[in-house]
């Protein structure tokens, strides 16, 4: 019989007692794939994490952009197309600078991404195309305060894509028939931005410069602060985390296993 998971109530939801130990993530994948909204807020959310699994791992990262940020601007000399182009350059610097391998755009206009079988398709088509171990997103569940409609969107596409779509080969047929992809099971997604972070990279002050380096590469998006203001927000963020887990600087998420055993697998299948 399957017991049942501390903090778990007899309906199979968590209770208040669900408070897993932080846990600090030693291993790195061979691919991680990110799934993120807008330029800038993948290095804000994983920046120092794809620094390091990429520079001492030799993790393949991707990155799936998916809107134009067209809309990110108070610059009223902006036209849309314009800060579409400006973004996108600045989003492929911000890549170069932390080594990752490919961004993907999507293109979708800023504030208009909608949770369609469409845009899941592209999700799960990168999935499927790069078979990542983790793909990263934006926590789209928060309790006590709002985020960006995109934001929420993407993170939950992100999750829908892994589970269950990118594995069951009578989703998105087509592009296994007619693009020559496989089903892939995707091991477990990271949530950024989380009300409870759970998981925890340990980072050093390295990483926490090449994350700082990739942000100011947005230049458009952050003309408030001064590089080295930048870098101080940056250490001081991710010393909040470690101090969390116990280690000196971190990045934090929310940690959702899709294997059998998990929580979250008795979650679904009780
Ligand atoms: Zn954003």
Known sequence: MTSRPHGIDGWGFPNQEYAPEPYVMEQAPRCALVV?????????????????WIA??????????????NKGTGDRSFTPEGLAATR????????????????VFLRYGDGELEDTHKYR?????????HKPEVVFGIDPYRVTSHTHRDHR????????????????WLDFPEQIAAEGLEPHQVGEALLWGSERPDTFIS???QHILMKAAALSQHASQISARTASQRLERM?????????????????GFRRIQFNLGTDEWWLLNR
């Open 36 to 52: 993120t909204p807008h330029p800038d807020d993948a290095e804000g959310g994983c920046g120092a994490t794809m620094a390091k």
């Open 56 to 69: 001492e791992s030799g993790t393949k990262v991707v990155i799936l952009m998916c809107t134009n940020g």
């Open 88 to 103: 996108e350059i600045e989003q492929q610097n911000a890549a170069r600078v932390l080594g990752v391998s490919e961004v």
């Open 121 to 129: 398709g592209e999700v799960v088509r990168q999935i499927r195309r």
């Open 153 to 168: 969107h993407s993170g939950q596409a992100a999750l829908d894509a892994a589970f269950s779509y990118a594995w069951s």
């Open 203 to 205: 980072i050093n002050e």
């Open 235 to 251: 250490t001081e963020g991710c010393r909040l985390q470690g101090e969390r887990c116990g280690v000196p600087f971190a990045e």
